[in-house]
């Protein structure tokens, strides 16, 4: 049972929220709704398959499932800041916070691009 908040700070239930796209139950439709699936999937570990799914072939990293899948950062929360879609192109602009080495609170801020390929979205840059 998922009765747990969504990590990607949405305020919804997980269940209803990033966890069809993260189970493959479901597509994300929109970019937004694909980048916070993506946030979840390292902020909870062990989905680098969703990871590797949903990264464009032309720019995924050559790791494997299981080294993406490692949650080595302690990720706290996501803000959407900017986002914007047009034919099958998109892009968002968010805020991500995460604990560093140290565990102090810090930002990590990036504008990513994503394209959409035969009707599914995928994550193309920072
Ligand atoms: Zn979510």
């Known amino acids: 049972m998922h009765v747990k908040p969504c990590p990607c700070s949405s ?6 929220c990033c966890a069809p ?3 493959g139950r479901s597509n994300p439709r929109t970019v937004k709704q694909l980048m916070r699936s993506r946030y979840s999937a390292f902020a909870l ?3 680098g398959d969703y990871l590797l799914q949903t990264w464009h072939p032309r720019t995924a ?7 993406l899948g490692r949650a080595d950062t302690l990720w706290t929360g996501l803000q959407i800041v900017d986002s914007q879609q047009r034919g099958n192109q998109g892009m968002v602009e968010f805020r991500a916070s995460f604990l560093d080495a140290d565990g ?13 390929e035969g009707g599914r979205w995928f994550y193309l840059s920072a």
Request: charged residues 25%; hydrophobic residues 35%; aromatic residues 10%.
């Open 11 to 16: 305020g919804k239930i997980f269940a209803v």
């Open 21 to 23: 796209y993260l189970e």
């Open 45 to 47: 570990g062990g989905h």
């Open 61 to 67: 990293p050559a790791v494997s499932a299981q080294d």
């Open 104 to 116: 102090k609170p810090d930002v990590h801020h990036e504008k990513s691009s994503f394209v959409r």
